[in-house]
């Protein structure tokens, strides 16, 4: 990677910092589409949609993480990802993931159900049939 410019980034859950460093590049999915960013990026403020979180360090070396929903900020050469959830993919665990998605299934399909536990079971659904496919490879 010589000569590519490196920018910091902060990866932050309700229980901590996940990452935080210099990286080449970061990848994810926002509310509106897949995202890039690189050194010197123009400021961005953006939702953030379940998938998977790139954090490219160099050529060989690259974190990987299934974020859930959260918010990106780009400004001043730095990123802050704030997530509800971050899981570094290799710790993603199929069979549990499995459980949970019967789980919010049964919740959402569950006719006594208030509007707000309703959404919560949507929201839930998403992420966990996002990290399903992160799991899975796909």
Known sequence: MAGQSTFSVDVLTPEGEVFGGEVVQLSTRTVDGELGVLANHVPVLAGLKPNRLRLRISDSE???????????????????????????????????????????????????????????????LERITAFIAIAKGE
């Open 62 to 124: 690259v974190h990987e993480f299934a974020q859930s929903h959260g918010v990106l900020q780009v400004f001043a050469n730095h990123a802050q990802v704030l997530l509800e959830e971050a899981i570094p993919v290799d710790q993603l665990d199929l069979a549990s993931l499995k459980e949970d998605l019967a789980d919010a299934k049964q919740r959402s399909e569950d006719p006594e159900a208030g509007e707000a536990a309703l959404g919560v079971a949507e929201r839930d």
